[in-house]
């Protein structure tokens, strides 16, 4: 069974740096395409940062040069680095694929004060 655990959410202030970490304990994770979504309060899921098997990033707009998505397959880890962070980015962080199609972890939150 997939299980996901995100870690390395804290309470950081505006212009802070933070990192992330996401183990998947599933033997396909080097196949897929993971990516790293978000959850503000009263808002959807969305989808902010993706990285190809290969390791080809993509970042949703609001994010683009400030965050940067990574992968250890071998450890079956998918990291986010964050920096120049914003209030705006106050969300639980969780990773998936970006079919979402493994249970959801529990996430991680983020916090960022103005």
């Known amino acids: 069974q997939v299980q996901l655990v995100e870690s390395g959410g804290a309470l950081v202030q505006a212009g802070g740096s933070l990192g992330l970490s996401c183990a998947a304990s599933?033997?396909?994770?080097?196949?897929?395409?993971l990516g790293w979504y978000r959850q503000a309060p009263g808002k959807q899921r969305e989808l902010v940062a993706y990285i190809s098997p290969g390791g080809s990033p993509g970042y949703t707009d609001s994010v683009k040069g400030r965050f940067t998505i990574s992968r250890d397959n071998a450890k079956h880890t998918v990291y986010l680095q964050m920096k120049g962070l914003k209030p705006e980015d106050t969300a639980v962080y969780y990773c998936?694929?970006?079919?979402?199609?493994?249970?959801w972890g529990q996430g991680t939150q983020v916090t960022v004060s103005s």
């Open positions: 998936n694929t970006v079919a979402r199609n493994w249970p």
């Open positions: 599933v033997n396909t994770f080097r196949l897929n395409v």
